[in-house]
Structures are given as structure tokens and as C-alpha cells.
């Protein structure tokens, strides 16, 4: 089992920055990929942005250049740093983590076993 545990939400202005943190614990030794996801009100999880053990990485074309993921592994832990923030940013972001087979990127929140709380992200205008 793994658990993961996100931080660093919080209101902020347009145009300002935060960085998210995802703590991952338990039996994540075969963990392979990660994702950062984000739920608006009314609205479908959304990927934001995967990254591989491999350190391969992928955006949603709406944080491309404001967004980068990272991990830190001998923290366990994997970061968002967002930037040049947006109101329509608000939601709540959630970490995910699995193992496959083959090391890759994985875009499907469905094909996630592994998910966090949810941290909140408010941006005001």
C-alpha cells in the first residue's frame, strides 16, 4: 500500500506562485510514475502534469510553460511548481502514484491505484 500526502495549497493572487508537495510513503519502492491531477467545481479531474522514475515528463497544453513537476527521491516526494498562476487554476489538486510493468508516462487517472487528500488552490483575480 502507498499513501501519499499533498501540501502547499493555499489563496493566492493572478500572477503569483506556489509550490505543491507530494510525500509518498509505504511500499512505494516499485512506484514508476506519478501525476499531478486538478478538480474545479463542477468541472472533471483533469491531468495537470506525469513524470517517470525516469524523470520523463508531460503537461496539460493550459500549464505548459507556467507549471514543472519534479521529485526529489530521496524525499519520496514530488513537487508542482506553479507560476504565472491563473483564477482559472483554482481547484483541487490531487497527487497520484502506481507501478507498471514498463516505465512510461500515464496521462488516465483511472489507471491510478494510488491517490492523495487534495490540497486547495485558490487564485484570485
Known amino acids: 500500500q502507498v499513501q501519499l500526502v499533498e501540501s502547499g495549497g493555499g489563496l493566492v493572487q493572478a500572477g503569483g506562485s506556489l509550490r505543491l508537495s507530494c510525500a509518498a510513503s509505504?511500499?512505494?519502492?516499485?512506484?514508476?510514475?506519478m501525476g499531478w491531477y486538478r478538480q474545479a467545481p463542477g468541472k472533471q479531474r483533469e491531468l495537470v502534469a506525469a513524470i517517470t522514475s525516469g524523470g520523463s515528463t508531460n503537461y496539460a497544453d493550459s500549464v505548459k510553460g507556467r507549471f514543472t513537476i519534479s521529485s526529489d527521491n530521496a524525499k519520496n516526494t514530488v513537487y508542482l511548481q506553479m507560476d504565472s498562476l491563473k483564477p482559472e487554476d483554482t481547484a483541487v489538486y490531487y497527487c497520484a502514484a502506481g507501478s507498471w510493468d514498463s516505465v512510461r508516462l500515464v496521462h488516465a487517472a483511472q489507471e491510478y491505484p494510488y491517490w492523495g487528500q487534495g490540497t486547495q488552490v485558490t487564485v484570485s483575480s
Open positions: 509505504g511500499s512505494i519502492f516499485s512506484i514508476n510514475a
